[in-house]
C-alpha cells in the first residue's frame, strides 16, 4: 500500500500541533521537524509537488504569551496565533531552506475554501508556488477567523487543500498510527489498514476523541477522508511520533490508507459534468469544435457569442452554433471580460483587458465533452 505515497506527484501533508510543539515546554521539536523536512525534500528532489498543512501557531504562542493552560478565550486564541505563526512560519522556512526549498507562507480562512472567487483566487496563489517550484506552507488564518468562520482542525482544511489542488495522496500525521475498530487502549481493538467505503461503521469507529494540543480528532479524519477521496485522492492516516514519518510510512509502519476509487482529474471532471449547473452559454465556431474533439481547450479566438450571465469559475454549457451542446466547463473570465475578447487571438488579451489574463477562455482540464 505504501506504493501510493511512494508515486504521489502531488503530495499534502498535515502535521498536527501534538507532533510540532512539545506540551511541557510549549517549545518548538527542531529534530522531529527537521526529519520532515528531510523525507519531505526526498519527494521533491523525485519530481512530487508538496503542500504543507501545519498546526502549531498558537500551542507556540501561548507560550510566549505566557498564557494559562486550559482553554483559551477566543481572543486568546487569536493572540497566541498571531505571536506563534511568526515562529512557526520561520522554523518550516529555515528547514526547507536546508535542502534549498522556497517556502511560502499561505494563510486561509474556511470562505477561501468555500466561496468561488476566493477559492480560485486561492487556487491560483497554489499553482503559482507551485509552478515556481515552492513548498506552500498552509494553516488556518486563526488571527482573524472567528469561530463562525473556521474550519477548527486541519484536518478538513488539508483535504480541502488537496481537493482544491487536485491532489493525488493525502497525509495526516497525528498522534495515532490509524483507524482502530475501538479506543486503541481497549482490549481486542485491532488497527483498520484499509478503508474502501466511509460506511456508518467506519464513523461509529471514528469516535469523538480530541488529542491534547489539537482540535481536531478521529471524526475529523474521516470527514477529511470523505472530502480527499472523493476529489481523486488517497489519504493515509499515521504516527508522526517518530522521526521521519513518511519513511516509517514508505517501510511499512502501521497506518489506515482511505482509497479512492478515482484519479483526481476523473474526480473534477465528474463534478463538473454532474454536479454544477451551467449559469450561461458559450457557442463556438466549427474550428473550435475540433480543437475540443481533439482534447484541447477553449480559446477565445473560437468563441461566437456568448449567453446569460457568469462570473469566472462558473459552469457554463459550450454549444455549437447549432445548439447543440458539445461540452461543459469552469469558465476563466467573469461575462463582461469574456465579451471583450472573444474572436480574438489569445496574445490580444493583455492589451483588450488591461491585464494579463488566461489564454484559454475554458481550460481543457476544466472541460468534460458531453457524451464523453
Not at 482502530?180 to 461509529?204: F, H, K, N, Q, S
Request: aromatic letters at 4%.
Amino acid at each position: 500500500m505504501s506504493e501510493r505515497l511512494a508515486g504521489a506527484r502531488r503530495l499534502t501533508v498535515k502535521v498536527g500541533s501534538s507532533l510540532l510543539v512539545d506540551p511541557d515546554s510549549g517549545t518548538l521539536k527542531a529534530e522531529w521537524l527537521q526529519s520532515l523536512v528531510d523525507d519531505l525534500a526526498s519527494f521533491r528532489a523525485r519530481g512530487a509537488d508538496i503542500l504543507i498543512v501545519t498546526s502549531g501557531a498558537i500551542a507556540l504562542g501561548r507560550r510566549v504569551l505566557k498564557l494559562a493552560a486550559g482553554p483559551l478565550k477566543l481572543e486568546e486564541s487569536q493572540a497566541a496565533a498571531a505571536v506563534g505563526q511568526i515562529a512557526l512560519a520561520r522554523a518550516w522556512q529555515q528547514g526547507l531552506q536546508s535542502h534549498k526549498l522556497v517556502a511560502g507562507q499561505v494563510l486561509l480562512t474556511l470562505a477561501d475554501t468555500e466561496e468561488r472567487r476566493r477559492y480560485l483566487n486561492a487556487r491560483a496563489t497554489l499553482t503559482t508556488l507551485l509552478g515556481h517550484k515552492a513548498v506552500p506552507v498552509i494553516n488556518e488564518n486563526d488571527t482573524v477567523a472567528t469561530s463562525e468562520i473556521r474550519y477548527g482542525d486541519n484536518d478538513r482544511l488539508a483535504a480541502r487543500v488537496s481537493s482544491m489542488m487536485s491532489g493525488d495522496c493525502l497525509v495526516l500525521l497525528s498522534d495515532v498510527d490509524g483507524l482502530y475498530t475501538a479506543a486503541p487502549d481497549r482490549p481486542g481493538a485491532r488497527l483498520i489498514p484499509e478503508v474502501r467505503d466511509l460506511t456508518p461503521e467506519i464513523e461509529a469507529m471514528a469516535g469523538k476523541a480530541v488529542s491534547g494540543l489539537g482540535s481536531g480528532g478521529m471524526a475529523t479524519k474521516i470527514e477529511a477522508a470523505r472530502i480527499a477521496t472523493a476529489a481523486g485522492a488517497h489519504m493515509v492516516i499515521a504516527s508522526g511520533r517518530k522521526l521521519n514519518p513518511l519513511t516509517s510510512i514508505l517501510d511499512g509502519a502501521l497506518c489506515t490508507w482511505f482509497v479512492s476509487q478515482a484519479s483526481p482529474l476523473a474526480a473534477r471532471k465528474r463534478w463538473i459534468a454532474g454536479s454544477l449547473v451551467p449559469t450561461g452559454r458559450i457557442v463556438i465556431d466549427a474550428g473550435a469544435e475540433k480543437a475540443l474533439a481533439a482534447g484541447k481547450s477553449l480559446l477565445p479566438a473560437g468563441v461566437k457569442r456568448l449567453e446569460g450571465q457568469f462570473s469566472r469559475g462558473d459552469a457554463v454549457s459550450i454549444v455549437s452554433e447549432r445548439g447543440h451542446e458539445i461540452a461543459r466547463g469552469l469558465v476563466a473570465y467573469d461575462r463582461a471580460d469574456a465579451e471583450r475578447i472573444i474572436g480574438r487571438r489569445s496574445a490580444e488579451i493583455a492589451a483588450l483587458l488591461g491585464f494579463g489574463g488566461r489564454d484559454e477562455m475554458v481550460h481543457r482540464d476544466d472541460l468534460v465533452r458531453s457524451g464523453g
